[in-house]
C-alpha cells in the first residue's frame, strides 16, 4: 500500500488529561511525530494546578494512520486520552447545507405579498408568459445536481445515500464559487429511463442540470437524452469538468517544455467518462495522436470487446500500457492507483508531463518522478498542479445561467480551458504552477465570460 501524505480528509483532534508540569506536552508532540502525524493547533481547554486538558489537532494519512495516532498517545504514562473527534465526520453532522430565505418576513403586509393572495399575480403572470420564471422565481439561478449514486468518487456504487455527502458538497463549491443556488438530486434508481423521466420532471425549478458521479457508459446516455430533451444546459461535470481543467493544465504545461497541441503524443490510461471526455477535447484542441488504454492495455482495432465510445478512438496499434507509454509526450490518468511506473516514464519523451489524476492514491507517486519529468499534476490538493473540477463547473454554469444558454457546447469548453490557463501569467508560470489556485476569485468570472461569448457566437445564449 502506497504511505500517503497526512491530509486534512484524515484529520482528527485528541482531547487529552495530562500532568501539568514541564515536558508533558511535549512528550504528546513527540509521540505522534514518531509515528507520522502532522501536528496542527493545540488548543488549552481547562488547567489547575495538578493537571490540564488539551486539544490538539492532527493530519493522518488514512483511518489506519489516524489509530495508530491515537494509540501511542494512550501508551504515554499519566496520559489519559478523553475524546477523540474526527474532524471530518464532525464537519458533515447535520449535512452542510440548507434552505434560506431571501427576503425578511416580520409584517402582514410582507406575508400578503410573499405568499397568499399577492403571490397569485405573480403566478399568473408567469402562466402568461413563461419566460418571467427565471426573473420571478427561482429558476434563473438554481442547478440540479443529479446522481444516481453509481459511480461515487473512486468508491464504487453506494448508491443515493452514499452519494448525498459528495451532492452536498459539490452545492457548497457552487455556492462559495459562482453564487449559484445548487440542490442535490440523489436518485433511488439506476435505470436510464427512469433517470431522464425523473430529471425531466423536476426540470421545470432548475436553470440547469449537473449530472454526476453516474457510471459508464449509462452517463452517456443519460446526458444525450436530457440534452435532446431539455432546453436549459446539461453538464456531466464527470466528463466534461475534468476535461476542461485537464486541458487548460495542458496548455500551459506544454508552453514550458516549448510543444505544441499538433506535434505531440498523449498515452491515456482511463477510459471511463472522464478519460473519453478528454480525450475528445484534447483531440478537438488540436491533439492528433492519442493512444487511449483501459485495463486491458491499449483500445485497438483488434479487439472485439470495444463500447461503441471507446471505438471512436480505437487504434491500429496493439500493446500494453508500457507500450503506449513509450515515447509519449504526455501521460494522462484517469484510471487506478500504482499502474504507472518509474521506468515507464523513462521511456516517454524527453520533458515529459505526467498527469496522475487517480484519486486518492494516483496513477505513481509525483515524489519518485521528480527527475524524471519536467511537469507533475495530480488530482490531489496536497500536491502541486491539482487538477479540480472547482476550477471549471462554477465558472461553466454561471456564464450558462446569466446568458439563459440553451445548452452546452464543445466551444465553450474550449473556450473555458482557454480562460483557465490564461489566468496563470508568464512569470508565474512554472512547473510547480500550471493551473491557478481554485481559491482565486477571477476564475469563475473568468470562465463565465468565455462560456458567454462563445454562447452568443453561437447562437445558443437567449439572453
Known amino acids: 500500500m502506497v504511505e500517503l501524505t497526512p491530509n486534512p480528509s484524515y484529520s482528527l483532534t485528541l482531547r487529552f488529561r495530562l500532568p501539568n508540569r514541564a515536558g508533558m506536552l511535549a512528550s504528546v508532540v513527540q509521540s505522534i511525530a514518531s509515528v507520522g502525524g502532522n501536528l496542527g493547533q493545540i488548543d488549552l481547554v481547562e488547567q489547575n494546578r495538578k493537571t490540564s486538558v488539551r486539544d490538539i489537532t492532527v493530519d493522518a494519512s488514512s483511518t489506519e494512520h489516524a489509530e495508530k495516532i491515537t494509540q501511542v498517545v494512550n501508551q504515554i504514562d499519566e496520559v489519559e486520552v478523553l475524546e477523540v473527534f474526527d474532524r471530518t465526520f464532525n464537519l458533515h453532522r447535520g449535512g452542510k447545507i440548507h434552505i434560506q430565505s431571501r427576503l425578511p418576513l416580520?409584517?402582514?403586509?410582507?406575508?400578503?405579498?410573499?405568499?397568499?393572495?399577492?403571490?397569485?399575480?405573480v403566478s399568473r403572470a408567469i402562466a402568461d408568459d413563461p419566460q418571467l420564471v427565471y426573473s420571478l422565481t427561482m429558476k434563473g439561478n438554481t442547478v440540479a445536481i443529479v446522481s444516481d449514486g453509481s459511480a461515487v468518487l473512486g468508491l464504487g456504487n453506494l448508491g443515493p445515500g452514499g452519494a448525498l455527502?459528495?451532492?452536498e458538497g459539490k452545492a457548497m463549491l457552487f455556492k462559495e464559487f459562482a453564487g449559484i443556488d445548487a440542490f442535490p438530486i440523489c436518485l433511488d434508481t439506476q435505470d436510464v429511463d427512469e433517470i431522464v423521466a425523473t430529471v425531466k420532471h423536476i426540470a421545470p425549478v432548475f436553470g440547469g442540470v449537473n449530472l454526476e458521479d453516474i457510471s459508464a457508459p449509462r452517463c452517456f446516455e443519460v446526458e444525450r437524452r436530457l440534452r435532446e430533451e431539455?432546453?436549459?444546459?446539461?453538464f456531466h461535470d464527470d466528463q466534461h469538468g475534468t476535461a476542461i481543467v485537464t486541458l487548460a493544465a495542458s496548455i500551459n504545461a506544454l508552453?514550458?517544455?516549448?510543444?505544441?497541441?499538433?506535434?505531440?503524443?498523449?498515452?491515456?490510461?482511463?477510459?471511463?467518462?472522464?478519460?473519453?471526455?478528454?480525450a475528445r477535447l484534447l483531440r478537438k484542441a488540436g491533439v492528433g495522436d492519442i493512444v487511449l488504454c483501459d485495463s486491458r492495455g491499449i483500445i485497438s482495432t483488434k479487439r472485439d470487446d470495444l463500447t461503441p465510445q471507446k471505438q471512436e478512438f480505437a487504434s491500429s496499434v496493439s500493446g500494453t500500457l508500457a507500450d503506449a507509454v513509450k515515447g509519449a509526450d504526455v501521460f494522462v490518468g484517469v484510471s487506478v492507483p500504482g499502474v504507472l511506473t518509474v521506468d515507464m516514464v523513462k521511456t516517454m519523451a524527453s520533458d515529459a508531463i505526467v498527469m496522475a489524476m487517480a484519486n486518492p492514491i494516483?496513477?505513481?507517486?509525483?515524489?519518485?518522478?521528480?527527475?524524471?519529468?519536467?511537469v507533475i499534476a495530480t488530482g490531489r490538493s496536497d500536491y502541486a498542479n491539482q487538477i479540480n473540477n472547482v476550477l471549471a463547473f462554477p465558472g461553466v454554469f454561471r456564464g450558462a445561467l446569466d446568458c439563459r444558454a440553451s445548452n452546452l457546447t464543445t466551444s465553450m469548453y474550449l473556450e473555458a480551458a482557454s480562460a483557465i490557463a490564461s489566468l496563470v501569467s508568464p512569470t508565474q508560470l512554472d512547473r510547480e504552477h500550471i493551473v491557478p489556485s481554485v481559491f482565486d476569485k477571477r476564475v469563475a468570472t473568468a470562465v463565465s465570460a468565455a462560456v458567454q461569448r462563445a454562447a452568443r457566437q453561437e447562437g445558443v445564449a437567449q439572453c
Open 106 to 121: 416580520k409584517s402582514q403586509s410582507e406575508l400578503a405579498m410573499a405568499y397568499t393572495p399577492g403571490v397569485g399575480r
Open 165 to 167: 455527502p459528495v451532492m
Open 230 to 234: 431539455l432546453d436549459i444546459p446539461v
Open 255 to 278: 508552453k514550458l517544455v516549448n510543444k505544441s497541441m499538433s506535434e505531440i503524443r498523449i498515452a491515456m490510461n482511463g477510459a471511463g467518462a472522464a478519460g473519453l471526455a478528454i
Open 362 to 374: 494516483p496513477e505513481i507517486q509525483p515524489e519518485s518522478i521528480q527527475n524524471e519529468a519536467a
